[in-house]
């Protein structure tokens, strides 16, 4: 073959490479366009149908729970921020709601759900409190969580001997005051005949409470890193004992292992 063959048909095949990357890259922006414009498209129907259709703008709030909050559906709008009748029930985001609403120190978890076609349904897990920070307006929870007082009613046992230079921030939690809690949780689980009055934490060692035993008020002394249950059960047998025996004490003393000190 001439060489003016060859070059001729090494022209023929740039030419034909040229023209299939041509129409690759029209296929390719032909492509895209309709991607674009079906995006643009769905975007368009999600506001014409959902975010931006007034048939979902929102009326109300339905708030569940079996504390504070149950029913306080005006309360909620406003820590929330929602405005009724302006609203759109799809414009909300959920997820932020939620973590919204888990913020607050007294709420555990929450579940949020959009109600056909103008509600936004809340079920909420409060938390409850087992103790009281003695000189605070603040309660624990079993998970040592703070909260404020104002969103309980009643009595609860008290904790004293927190460092007053502590400082307490609601919705934190304070982990030095868990083996507290653990007293309060066993007493409540399985003890419940006992009533704890008041809990000091003081002491490195053991832990010192006051507790109501049968109309009969106690002093006890258990020890800060032992089995509770155990513990409970000793004090419940020489109370018993000196019941039986006739025997006047009002303390008790369990950190000893070698016996219980009644006095």
């Not at 009595?155 to 939690?173: E, H, M, T, Y």
């Amino acid at each position: 073959m001439s060489a003016k063959s060859k070059t001729t048909s090494r022209n023929k095949n740039k030419t034909t490479t040229g023209k299939k990357i041509f129409k690759l890259i029209l296929a390719m922006l032909l492509l895209s366009a309709l991607l674009g414009s079906g995006t643009a498209l769905i975007a368009w129907l999600g506001r014409t149908l959902f975010s931006a259709n007034p048939h979902f703008i929102l009326h109300g709030v339905d708030t569940n729970s079996i504390g504070y909050w149950n029913g306080r559906n005006r309360e909620v709008e406003a820590v929330l921020g929602l405005k009724l009748n302006e609203d759109n029930l799809f414009a909300l985001d959920l997820r932020k709601i939620k973590k919204q609403l888990i913020a607050i120190p007294n709420i555990k978890d929450a579940s949020v759900e959009r109600i056909l076609p103008d509600i936004i349904r809340l079920q909420l897990e409060e938390r409850i409190p087992r103790a009281e920070i003695a000189g605070t307006n603040f309660v624990i929870d079993n998970s040592t969580v703070i909260i404020p007082r104002s969103y309980f009613q009643g009595r609860f046992p008290i904790i004293a001997g927190l460092d007053r230079n502590f400082k307490l921030i609601p919705g934190k939690d304070i982990p030095e005051l868990q083996p507290v809690i653990d007293l309060i949780m066993t007493r409540v689980k399985y003890f419940p005949e006992f009533e704890l009055n008041e809990v000091w934490i003081s002491h490195s060692n053991r832990i010192l409470f006051t507790t109501t035993y049968k109309n009969s008020q106690y002093k006890v002394y258990f020890p800060r890193k032992q089995d509770f249950s155990h513990s409970f059960m000793q004090l419940r047998e020489g109370i018993e004992t000196n019941i039986r025996n006739r025997i006047k004490a009002v303390s008790y003393d369990l950190t000893n292992k070698a016996r219980i000190i009644s006095r």
